[in-house]
């Protein structure tokens, strides 16, 4: 079993940064791909990015390509996401996640097996 602890959101002016933290705990953490999701009111949880279970490949949504950039400290249990340039429609509950079943991590939220409580994320204009 893995528990995982999101930390970092906040409220934060358009243009402005953030950076999440998702701490780990449990089973080995570094056999694990990640993810991170987002969820605004009345809508799905979306993809927003992955990383895979060494660091070597990470893969993003593309409405935060550039923007945004996933990373792990398997030493620290620790995977982040470093949000650049917000924008108000960035405005959600983030996720994280984590695979034990793809070693690359996924796009589909049933595709992980282990979830955070979420942490909010306001971005005003």
């Known amino acids: 079993q893995v528990q995982l602890v999101e930390s970092g959101g906040g409220l934060v002016q358009a243009g402005g940064s953030l950076r999440l933290s998702c701490a780990a705990s449990?089973?080995?953490?570094?056999?694990?791909?990640m993810g991170w999701f987002r969820q605004a009111p009345g809508n799905e949880r979306e993809f927003v990015a992955a990383?895979?279970?060494?660091?070597?490949?990470?893969y993003y949504a593309g409405s935060v390509k550039g923007r945004f950039t996933i990373s792990r400290d398997n030493a620290k249990n620790t995977v982040y996401l470093q949000m650049n340039s917000l924008k108000p429609d960035d405005t959600a509950v983030y996720y994280c996640?984590?695979?034990?079943?793809?070693?690359?991590?996924?796009?589909?939220?049933?595709?992980?097996?282990?979830w955070g409580q979420g942490t909010q994320v306001t971005v005003s204009s």
């Open positions: 996640a984590a695979t034990g079943d793809y070693s690359s991590g996924s796009y589909y939220v049933n595709d992980y097996e282990h």
């Open positions: 449990g089973r080995i953490f570094s056999s694990y791909a």
């Open positions: 990383i895979r279970w060494s660091g070597g490949s990470t």
